[in-house]
């Protein structure tokens, strides 16, 4: 993602832009277009112009496109990213998180099918996206765990 930034100074310019994409400045390529000029008395005055480089990582382009469909559905919740050597794990934490989760995990599982394909389109390389709720899987996990003892 691309974008123009004007300011006084340079360095007002890269906090504008790193404001903006919701970025720390090490993670942000910028370009000087045209330096601030001080001019005389005022006059011939001119600002700084940046352009301003940022490429969100997968992860963060799944949580991204989460919180849209939590909006959608009128859901305020906080997500939590880890990544490990497979991908990332999004946790959603929050009130009213049943009805993310859903019949049996059903929603869970269908957000977390679109938050893949969402951060997978640009890239022909594959980062699994997970997607969780308040431990929601790991209890899954326990209770057929369970069921499976109790059958054989």
Not at 4 to 21: P, Q
């Amino acid at each position: 993602m691309k974008k123009e930034f004007t300011a006084n100074t340079v360095d007002e310019a890269k906090e504008l832009a790193a404001a903006e994409f919701g970025a720390e400045i090490s993670k942000i390529k910028f370009t000087v277009l045209e330096e601030e000029k001080k001019g005389f008395l005022g006059f011939g005055k001119t600002d700084a112009r940046i352009l301003a480089e940022y490429e969100p990582s997968k992860a963060e382009t799944a949580a991204e496109y989460i919180r849209s469909i939590l909006s959608c559905m009128d859901i305020s919740a906080e997500l939590s990213i880890t990544e490990n050597e497979d991908g990332a794990v999004i946790d959603i934490t929050g009130d009213t998180t049943g009805a993310v989760i859903g019949r049996r995990g059903e929603t869970l599982d269908a957000i977390q099918y679109l938050a893949s394909m969402c951060a997978n389109r640009s890239d022909k390389e594959y980062y699994r996206i997970t997607l969780d709720s308040c431990g929601y899987r790991e209890k899954r996990k326990a209770i057929l765990e369970d069921l499976a003892r109790k059958i054989s």
